[in-house]
């Protein structure tokens, strides 16, 4: 996918929050990129900064009260070339849900409880366009049939508590495809589902991608989600990007200490060097008042220089970038 056109560059991204006194930096410094047809997985543990993250490429905050910002944004968010961030309001409001889609956590309270489900997976379309209404209509039913939901011109008027959570989390998936975008955001698709609904969701995902030509970034704490869905992976720690690569050398030759420790905690049948474990301790919480390299506090590999110096990302080898001073000493352990 490499050798396709740059869809979206997330340049030096930096998330703030303001605080009574302060701003406290939520995300630091984050590239990543995402080609027309690739699908990007990012990985990391819960409060990492992946959902945050993906907001700040869409702009969707919500101000703390008056108007006045609750987050501080810096860096460059360029899809198709140009800069999200220095999109007005209404630029971005047309951008939503025309070229770009979000399908967010949680898919029962991301629904509206008094709306039906054919007028909520419409909206998009309407928010763009003029549309007449029983144009409209055949457009969500459609989409519904889609994303699987049976008898969707019967379905059209009901209402989200009339639907389990695979079929919230597919309308969902239905309401972000309606008006063919181009890139598709998908966050923790799978989390709330038991395994059965996973699966099809996945596969379901798989094809609308294949069909509506889709590149897509995938945010989740799954690995088995990343290691079948993606092409190429970015490993989130504290803010950070800490490792990325190709999806079958992360897997197969991960060099961060962190991409070690969570690949561990997965009994695989695969490897003969990983032993089931995973990483001590806790990841911090922000403000992240941790000198040097900011996982060393639960590195095993960890030495006195890392407590010092904080390592720059860096290629260690084609399209492979790590952020550790030992990289090159542990790679092979």
């Given amino acids: 996918m490499k050798n396709s056109k740059e869809l979206l560059h997330v340049k ?36 990492a900064g992946k959902t945050v993250t993906a907001r700040a490429i869409l702009g969707i905050f919500q101000p703390l009260g008056k108007g006045k910002p609750l987050w501080k944004i810096e860096g460059e968010v360029l899809y198709k070339g140009k800069d999200l ?8 409001r047309r951008l939503r849900g025309n070229e770009i889609s979000m399908i967010f956590q949680n898919p029962i309270p991301s629904l509206h409880p008094m709306d039906i489900i054919g007028y909520q997976t419409g909206e998009p379309v309407e928010a763009h366009e003029d549309v007449e209404s029983q144009r409209l209509r055949k457009m969500v039913e459609s989409h519904l049939g889609k994303v699987e939901i049976a008898d969707a011109k019967k379905r059209y008027d009901q209402f989200r508590d009339q639907f389990s959570g695979g079929e919230a989390q597919r309308i969902l998936i239905a309401m972000a495809l309606i008006y063919n975008p181009s890139l598709l955001i998908a966050d923790e698709p799978t989390s709330s589902l038991d395994v059965t609904v996973q699966r099809r969701v996945l596969n379901l ?11 897509m970034l995938l945010i989740t704490h799954d690995l088995a989600v990343i290691a079948e869905m993606v092409d190429y992976v ?3 720690y504290a803010g950070k990007i800490l490792e990325h690569g190709d999806v079958v050398t ?84």
């Fill in 234 to 236: 970015y490993v989130m």
């Fill in 85 to 92: 961030l220095k999109m007005s309001s209404e630029e971005l």
């Fill in 250 to 333: 992360m897997f197969k030759k991960p060099k961060h200490p962190y991409t070690k420790g969570l690949l561990s905690a997965v009994p695989r049948i695969d490897s003969d060097f990983f032993e089931f474990g995973g990483i001590p301790g806790e990841p911090p919480n922000p403000p992240y008042d941790i000198s040097g390299c900011i996982f060393h506090p639960r590195c095993k590999y960890a030495k006195p220089i890392c407590e010092e110096k904080e390592p720059e990302i860096k290629e260690t080898e084609p399209n492979h970038w790590v952020a550790c001073l030992l990289a090159d000493t542990i790679s092979s352990s």
């Fill in 205 to 215: 995902l798989r094809k609308i991608k294949e069909e509506f030509n889709l590149s």
């Fill in 12 to 47: 030096n991204l930096n998330l703030s929050l303001y605080g009574k006194e302060d701003t406290v930096k939520i995300v630091d410094g984050i590239d990543l990129k995402i080609h027309e047809g690739e699908t990007v997985g990012l990985i990391g543990e819960t409060g």
